[in-house]
């Protein structure tokens, strides 16, 4: 009797674990052995991994290589922020190759990704200034601006393509309020120069160089303007003085050296 009533305990235990396994709900897999996770999991890896070699890449100049593995993060597709990052600097890679239009279709996907990247908009800016397609770089400047009124890059980016353009009215103006803010940017001032000069503002554009000239002193090109500028308002001898300091601070610029050495034997010595 004791031998059929274990045999009943043992059967009863099996009959109620068999139950409990087929009506009971299956406990889900670990995460770690799903193919879809195991797939995007590799994928993050190598999206992570590929990011450092290209950044290597970039920071020792290897261009090419650098192209080679933002493409493939490209390929691959990776979730916000990586997928514009990885567009960026793709298409700063393809910039320092010379490559411009291809850098101009990456920035713009980037900035499809994210509309707010400034970083891209400034690049692209360039860009397009580099492919002579000021008309889109001014679109693409006028919506930095939008975005980023006070910010000196996007000011200065929308400056020199309108000084570029032939709008000086719009790059006085944005030079100007750029300075008003950042009144240490010699570069600036320079800038600012060439828009009163072609604005007929001659005064003022010598004011603005005198200046750029205070930050540095060296500063050839704006000592060269500054010439230029002192000849319209028939101070000769002052000009030639410049052209001459021009001459001399352009040593390692041997076009305008020449250029501004021109420009000073045809003023006669006093």
Do not use: C
């Amino acid at each position: 009797m004791r031998w059929l009533l274990t045999v009943a305990i043992i059967w009863g235990l099996m009959a109620a674990a068999a139950a409990a396994q087929t009506y009971s709900p299956q406990r889900p897999l670990p995460r770690t052995t799903s193919m879809p996770t195991l797939r995007a999991l590799a994928t993050q890896r190598e999206v992570e991994e590929r990011f450092k070699l290209g950044i290597d890449a970039e920071a020792r100049g290897d261009w090419t290589s650098a192209v080679a593995e933002f493409n493939r993060i490209v390929a691959l597709n990776p979730p916000e922020p990586k997928g514009s990052t990885a567009r960026y600097d793709l298409a700063i890679a393809y910039a320092n190759l010379g490559r411009y239009d291809d850098a101009a279709t990456e920035l713009r996907a980037a900035l499809a990704l994210d509309p707010a990247f400034l970083a891209a908009m400034a690049n692209l800016v360039s860009v397009d200034i580099a492919r002579g397609d000021l008309a889109q770089a001014r679109q693409v400047a006028d919506r930095y601006v939008a975005v980023d009124p006070d910010s000196a890059r996007a000011l200065y980016s929308r400056g020199i393509v309108a000084l570029r353009s032939g709008d000086a009215a719009t790059a006085r103006e944005d030079f100007g309020k750029l300075l008003r803010n950042n009144p240490s940017y010699a570069v600036a001032y320079y800038d600012l120069a060439l828009a009163e000069e072609r604005l007929g503002r001659y005064e003022s554009a010598e004011r603005q160089l005198r200046a750029a000239l205070s930050l540095a002193p060296a500063y050839a090109r704006a000592r060269f303007a500054l010439g230029v500028v002192l000849l319209r308002e028939g101070e000769h001898g002052a000009a030639r003085n410049e052209f001459q300091r021009a001459s001399v601070d352009a040593a390692g610029d041997p076009a305008l050296q020449n250029i501004a050495a021109a420009a000073r034997d045809s003023i006669p010595a006093p």
